[in-house]
């Protein structure tokens, strides 16, 4: 091949291969390097002409789709935010800036309280769409540097762009901001939505060596102790928090085995008459009593046997105990009416839980009636054709007690109450607090107890914790009192003593009419 065809060959391959072929201006000079090519060598340069000079259309589009294939692996296809994955590339890279004197910046983890109770009473759609705004709020809320991904399936992640003097108090207020706007009310096509976040947030003047990595852990924990605590908090990073963290995790890995090492026990805690002081019933509380750590709250390992699907086991569990519990009562002389067992939505779904029900009051030996099902508002606002709600009208056509937990605190309505078969509400703690004080409390009192004398319902206030409030409760009229004022949980063990010292305190009964001697 003739040196000058070497050339043009090569020529051709290098303008294939340079970035201005794969710009607007190369099309443009296609007809002079066809007629360059075909001045050179004839036909054959026009061939060569024809093979490589599409070769930059035809290679453009590949690497054209597989960055787009790379961009959209980056970002959530529901919210359009950023993935986690994505947001720490992100952070390290604006990180780089706090060489500079006296710059910082903060990460943020926001987790939506309640969010798969809220799918599950409104639906996946509606579950989204609820994402999809509170996205673009937090999105809204945000500088144009500041970065923002979505972290999980309710949770969301804002890294600050840093800068100088950013203090705990501003990150606070940041963290005020964040939550107002996600807790504003989100209205949708057939209902208004109201939510509330936990947030916690990580400065990176908190670290010893920050990094996007270690924000983000910081963070994340910051969150889960606000979540612990409850609704609606907000939490900063702390030294000791990964040291808690490690704790929690040993006793959530612990918790998933519990069961079966039978260290999870029933607790009672007794519920008394206002009119005459005598004990009508226990609620049995979960413990667990572990060998090394002493007795821990329901806090601490509920939520491990949800994630495992164990919920059923220990309501089983507890059933069992406090069924056993009635039976040794009556064979030690002491009528307790009813003790109650807390039951949440997904073990009254259960489509075999009455004939277990059944089965462990007839192996006592007890009438349906000493054992109440302790249910949310939540669980009975369903529809009448609801699993839950078929199978709490079976247990209480089989005479057990129906108990409305934390009334006041849900979503039931007054018709899902009527159409129901609750025989008594326990009336939330919230409006207990302060009752001797407070008029407004008092006022809330009285109506719920008018109300449900209306509806021929019994009322047990839920949280006394002093005789004040206890004699106010009586006043009022409502039924039944339960709290450490009354009494705190107790084992199992400890509940005889405790009747008896309760019924010496009582006195003996007085009787009209006898005559004496």
């Avoid at 809220?118 to 609820?130: C, F, K, P, S, Y």
């Amino acid at each position: 091949m003739p040196l000058r065809s070497a050339k043009l060959i090569q020529s051709l391959k290098s303008a294939a291969a340079h970035d201005f072929m794969r710009r607007r201006a190369f099309p443009a000079a296609i007809p002079f390097l066809t007629l360059a090519a075909w001045a050179a060598l004839g036909e054959v340069g026009l061939m060569l002409a024809a093979t490589l000079l599409p070769l930059p259309f035809l290679l453009s589009p590949l690497k054209s789709r597989d960055r787009e294939t790379s961009d959209d692996g980056d970002f959530d296809g529901l919210t359009g935010l950023l993935l986690q994955a994505a947001l720490e590339r992100r952070m390290e890279a604006q990180m780089a800036n706090l060489t500079d004197a006296g710059n910082a910046t903060c990460c943020f983890s926001i987790k939506v309280d309640g969010f798969a109770r809220l799918r599950e009473n409104h639906g996946d759609q509606t579950a989204e769409e609820v994402l999809r705004v509170l996205a673009n709020r937090i999105r809204s809320a945000l500088r144009a540097r500041d970065i923002v991904a979505r972290s999980g399936d309710s949770a969301f992640l804002v890294s600050l762009d840093p800068v100088a003097n950013l203090d705990l108090e501003t990150a606070i207020q940041m963290a005020n901001r964040f939550q107002a706007s996600v807790e504003e009310t989100i209205p949708l096509q057939m209902a208004s939505i109201y939510v509330t976040c936990s947030i916690g947030f990580c400065l990176s003047s908190r670290l010893n060596r920050p990094s996007a990595t270690a924000m983000i852990q910081g963070a994340e924990m910051a969150m889960s102790e606000a979540h612990l605590s409850g609704t609606s908090n907000i939490r900063a990073y702390t030294a000791d928090m990964g040291r808690k963290v490690i704790s929690r995790r040993k006793t959530e890995s612990e918790a998933a085995r519990t069961l079966q090492k039978d260290q999870i026990k029933a607790w009672f805690q007794p519920q008394i008459s206002t009119d005459t002081g005598e004990v009508t019933g226990f609620e049995v509380l979960a413990r667990w009593e572990h060998p090394e750590r002493g007795i821990l709250a329901p806090v601490q390992f509920l939520d491990v046997l949800n994630q495992t699907g164990q919920m059923g086991e220990l309501a089983d569990l507890m059933t069992r105990q406090a069924l056993n519990a009635v039976r040794a009562w009556d064979d030690a002389g002491f009528y307790v009416p009813c003790v109650g067992v807390n039951f949440a939505g997904d073990e009254l779904r259960s489509p075999t839980l009455v004939e277990r029900l059944q089965w462990e009051l007839d192996r006592n030996e007890l009438n349906a009636s000493r054992l109440g099902i302790e249910v949310l508002e939540s669980v009975i606002a369903g529809t009448p054709d609801d699993m839950v709600v078929r199978n709490v009208e079976a247990i209480a056509k089989m005479g057990c007690n129906i108990d409305l937990d934390d009334f006041g605190t849900g979503h039931a309505s007054i018709s899902s109450i009527r159409r129901l078969p609750v025989k008594r509400i326990k009336i939330d703690r919230s409006f207990v607090t302060n009752v001797d004080r407070d008029t407004d409390q008092q006022r809330m009192i009285a109506a719920i107890v008018t109300l449900a004398e209306r509806l021929d319902l019994s009322t047990l206030a839920e949280g006394v914790e002093n005789a004040a409030e206890h004699a106010m409760l009586s006043q009022l009229g409502c039924a039944h009192v339960q709290g450490f004022g009354i009494a705190r949980p107790m084992p199992f063990e400890d509940t005889i003593q405790w009747m008896e010292d309760h019924k010496a305190k009582l006195g003996p009964a007085i009787t009209i009419g006898q005559k004496s001697g």
